[in-house]
């Protein structure tokens, strides 16, 4: 099976669930798993353990935990890139999400009793994240002011162990005019999902790795536009083995 049809098997399997929250969060999902390059490259590269506890914050309906449980799926069926590293294995998969919407949409397309998936509606700014193995915060960082930022970035980094992992994307507010496109990009999305346009608090890349490097994180970015004009940035944040 070619790369291609191997991502549009995944592709399926990971949005077919949404079919019970209604059409939006089904082309919703689509759109969002298949036009996004970063959900394959976070498979590809492993970058996340073999297996772990995940706490997504800002999680919306949830397609991240859902591509995961699909890919998971696929690979114990030996249906997997032999390029690719193996999928990781989620013991639990923890989503905290500010728009009950979002949630109710999830609530339908996991059910309320999944043994693996819970999300929850809650500011992560407030939210006790726990202990975890994995975070993740996909663009939604500059939600907050740069107060409320270091904040959630010290609570994250204080809820992994060594050798965790954050994982994060955020634009890159010295990239220019690719930077003002990614946030045209943001409100538009954010105006589809029914929710007000909000202000947003961006920084260059340099000062959000500094940032990450004076909290306790090594930090690894990845440009992540796929040939788009964004300035998209995953940022790869690890917990040293032995702390400072």
Not at 218 to 239: D, Q, Y
Request: proline share 6%; hydrophobic share 40%.
């Amino acid at each position: 099976m070619t790369d291609q049809a191997f991502l549009n098997t995944l592709l399926d399997k990971a949005t077919d669930r949404f079919r019970a929250s209604g059409r939006f969060a089904w082309h919703y999902a689509r759109g969002k798993l298949s036009g996004d390059c970063i959900f394959r490259e976070l498979l590809r590269q492993g970058i996340f353990p073999a297996q772990g506890h995940f706490l997504d914050l800002g999680c919306g309906q949830g397609s991240l935990f859902s591509w995961l449980l699909a890919t998971r799926e696929l690979y114990e069926l030996g249906n997997w890139p032999t390029d690719w590293a193996p999928a990781p294995k989620p013991l639990s998969l923890r989503g905290v999400e500010l728009m009950q919407k979002d949630v109710d949409r999830a609530a339908q397309a996991f059910g309320a009793n999944h043994p693996v998936v819970g999300i929850v509606q809650g500011d992560m700014c407030k939210t006790d994240f726990g202990q975890v193995d994995v975070v993740t915060i996909l663009d939604a960082l500059h939600y907050f002011d740069h107060d409320g930022q270091r904040d959630v970035l010290s609570r994250t980094h204080a809820a992994l162990p060594p050798g965790g992992v954050f994982v994060t994307r955020i634009g890159d507010a010295a990239a220019g005019l690719p930077y003002h496109l990614c946030n045209l990009t943001d409100h538009v999305v954010t105006f589809m999902r029914g929710h007000r346009l909000p202000r947003l608090y961006c920084r260059p890349l340099a000062e959000w790795v500094a940032l990450l490097e004076e909290i306790g994180f090594k930090v690894e970015p990845m440009k992540m536009s796929e040939g788009k004009p964004f300035a998209n940035v995953m940022l790869v944040c690890r917990v040293p083995a032995t702390r400072a």
